[in-house]
């Protein structure tokens, strides 16, 4: 039927629920109505029709829709109505014209009851608010409201919050709200929309040329969904409160979203609370935040952020002229006294700001400094005094077996002039005395040392190919939001550079292009990395051990580079001639944290440089080889 109405109804043998064919309804009717409400089979008002409605459809009526008929606001959430109790209610609200706001919330009306609703809506245009949460519409349902809001004019919000709509689904609602502007409210919150569902509502958002308000939280808006979703949001020139908490954005999310920010006018409220969001991603979303002048409202409470992300959001609104921010939640987030100045300082310029934020007493989310190994500073101490390993300890090893007792190590350690603090002295006697038997092996040095160098140019091979992948991994998404905001923008009209001084046209309706996204989209995420804002471009790579790698590169011949070392008795390597002078590497090393250390002029393996290495190996591999056939032609002779 396309209407529903009164006299259309019928009720089926099989529908009816009770044992005996002659039982009344209108006993059943009795357990929630007052006597005086009986219903009247020749009905006239609202009332009547619903009353005689409940009786063909054989359910109980609900005796607050009686008596709160002729009020603007019908709150029935939590009710019990089923799909029948829907289907009596949408009969009574056909010809209803006082009530505009319908809370239908919880009432487990399944796809069948949204049938109804939807039929009863052609007819009815005072219903202009729709509440709809909660009530298992899943797949069917979701088809039948993208059918009402093609038709419907009156509708201007709609709440489908907890509907167990798949990603699927998303796209009943983008081919309807991509020609149906007059809804202004959405809420599709607690659904299932993951990366698809993004691409269909970036879609949406793209064409959308009405939707003020958007709940799209407690979903899976991941990695790709999220990128495609902000490449909408890039030309959407209607949408001004945003809420994408519990998505699980993560800094990938946050990198596209920072890229839309730079050219979206509207957006006055974002949400992104609890999204998996670090220091890093909320540095990409700064950058964004610079070029913005519109949003006012920032949430960012529940992410993985602390102290340092802080201060580059309160940065942002100190040294940017542009930015409107007015309100930051970080309400987890504990601060420290610097970041308390900066406020502080700020607010001067800035009196509307307000900071939400956990307390005082956070620190920046930086590793503490590593200390140098205690190893190295040691061989660095020794090289610089041209001194022998053995020369140092001479004073408490008498008898010279390189075996003293820990106390005494411990203490001509710290009467030296050697830089090394407690917790490094306590290290290096843990090195070095391993089994717990109070005396120190100090040959254990030689051998430490050049473990440690060959973990040293391990860390580096780890930490260069780390930055390589990070790199291209953010050269991977930046390239897919601009491809995702090529697919919504005519290619006329497209900036993709804020700094060019022109910006999008945005008068008139962005068209997305029927392309779906996942044909272009292919991130590939690396499991053995995380994400890290500070590869986003070229320009902010760091790489502290370039100055190794030129250092090594220079000729030896070169009398800066030239220096004279005492031989070191520990060294098994041969020694060079007395005319060759040992290539220096003082200046070129640098610890995995970036503070670059000096190491002396000897010529020891800690100042070799790799190609020396190699030959020296090769060298030594030619001689066995001789050796070995030396040992054959003996064996040939005495045979």
Known sequence: MSLLYLDSLTIKEDDSNSSTE???????????????????????TTAEVYLEACRLTGVVPVSYFIRHLGTSTMDLNHHGLGPLGCKALAIALVTDMTISTLELADNHILAEGAKHLVEMLKANFTINTMDLSDNHLQSVGAECIGKLLLENISLKSLKLSGNKFTEDDAKFFADALSSNYRVKHLDLSHNAFSGRGGEHLGQMLANNEGLETLDLSWNHLRMKGAVAFSAGLKVNITLKHLDLSWNGFGNEGALAMGEALKYNNTLVHLNLNNNRITNE????????????????????????????????????????HKTALEEINICNVLVNENFVRLLELTCQ????????????????????????????????YLD???????????????????HVPVGDFRKAVQQSSIPLDRYQIEELIQRLDRERTGMVDYRGLADTRKQMMKDHRRQLRKTESRQKKEKQKSDRILKTFQSAVEAVTPHESMVMSPGAGAKEDSSGPQHFSATPLSSWHHIVMSNSSRYSVTNLSSEHVHQPHHHLHREQQRPTSSPAMRSYSHPNLLDDSPRSGPGKT????????????????????????????????????SAGKSKTGKVKKKKKKKRVEKA
């Open 349 to 380: 310029e800035h009196p509307s700001l307000e900071v939400q934020y956990g307390g005082v007493g956070g620190f920046i989310a930086k590793k503490p400094p590593k200390r140098l190994d205690p190893m190295k500073v040691i061989q660095d």
């Open 582 to 617: 040992g290539s220096s590497a003082q200046g070129t090393h640098s610890d995995p944290e970036g503070d670059v250390g000096k190491l002396s002029a000897a010529t020891d393996h800690l100042t070799r440089s790799r190609p020396a290495l190699n030959n020296q190996l």
């Open 281 to 320: 991603g909320v540095g990409t979303l700064c950058k964004g935040l610079e070029f913005n002048d519109t949003l006012r409202v920032l949430l960012l409470a529940y992410n993985s952020l602390t102290v340092e992300g802080a201060l580059a959001l309160v940065n942002v609104v100190k040294n940017s």
């Open 22 to 44: 002659n039982l009344s309804l209108e006993e059943d009717l009795d357990s929630d109505l007052e006597p005086d409400e009986k219903p009247n089979h020749n009905p006239s």
């Open 384 to 402: 610089q005094r041209k001194l022998r390993l053995w020369d140092f300890f001479r004073n408490i090893d008498k008898d010279g077996t390189m």
